[in-house]
């Protein structure tokens, strides 16, 4: 099947940027996706992009989309400790599913 | 606004007994699913439905049934609960499958032991 990779934690500082990233190998995949979860709770979707995209910004967060790597990033502008819970980037193709990576859990210091 | 709802929250069972987990959504959302999450291995659906009056086996279905009872909910069924089922699952919906480019919303989960 479809693999998603991610790095499992992160640790930046209150204020710094945060950068997680994510590779992914079909390379038919349409919508990218970026999931949080915080403790206790399910998923929340932060944004998406589809395939023929290189970026999408939506306030705090940015989206790069490398297809010719199959690489997605999702760069966190002054990171808040707000921000801390876990990660998840999901690739969506013709299959009627989702594909999520192991999730990264962003640790945000005072 | 209320989402999707799963019940129970919290369940502990004993091998070989049985248990439903209940999902219900007010979105008026067309397809829904069942997921589960492990430690170190992202989510993996169990099995899904496109519409109502069907259902289809994700990439885990072993040991589980569902059940489409109307729009709104969406049931999973184990039959005979085993301790590789501990795990947290969670329901989510979509107004059509994600193959249209629809996103996914999530229930906040039921944490499911087995002993």
């Known amino acids: 099947g479809e693999d998603v990779e991610q790095s499992l934690f992160l640790s930046v500082r209150e204020g710094d940027s945060s950068v997680i990233n994510c590779t992914y190998t079909?390379?038919?995949?349409?919508?990218l996706y970026w999931y949080k979860q915080e403790p206790g709770a399910g998923l929340q979707l932060l944004t998406y992009?589809?395939?023929?995209?290189d970026m999408k910004q939506d306030q705090r967060l940015t989206v790069l989309l490398n297809k010719k790597d199959k690489h997605l990033s999702l760069r966190i502008a002054d990171t808040q400790t707000g921000d801390s819970a876990i990660y998840f980037c999901?690739?969506?193709?013709?299959?009627?599913?989702?594909?999520f990576g192991t999730g990264t859990r962003l640790t945000v210091i005072p | 606004n209320a989402g999707v709802t799963q019940t129970p929250k919290f369940q502990v069972l004993k091998t070989g007994q049985s248990m439903t987990l209940q999902c219900a959504q007010d979105m008026n959302h067309n397809s829904m699913y069942w997921y589960r999450q492990d430690p170190g291995m992202g989510l993996r659906l169990i099995y899904y439905s496109a519409s109502e009056g069907t259902t289809d086996k994700g990439e885990v279905p072993n040991g589980y049934n569902v059940s489409r009872l109307n729009k709104r909910e969406f049931s999973l069924r184990l039959e005979s609960a085993a301790p590789s089922q501990t795990s947290v699952y969670f329901c989510?919906?979509?107004?059509?499958?994600?193959?249209?480019?629809?996103?996914?919303?999530f229930g906040e989960g039921s944490w499911l032991t087995v002993v």
């Open positions: 999901a690739e969506g193709t013709g299959a009627n599913n989702l594909f």
């Open positions: 079909d390379s038919s995949s349409t919508y």
């Open positions: 989510a919906s979509s107004e059509a499958l994600v193959s249209s480019g629809n996103t996914i919303y």
């Open positions: 992009i589809f395939s023929n995209m």
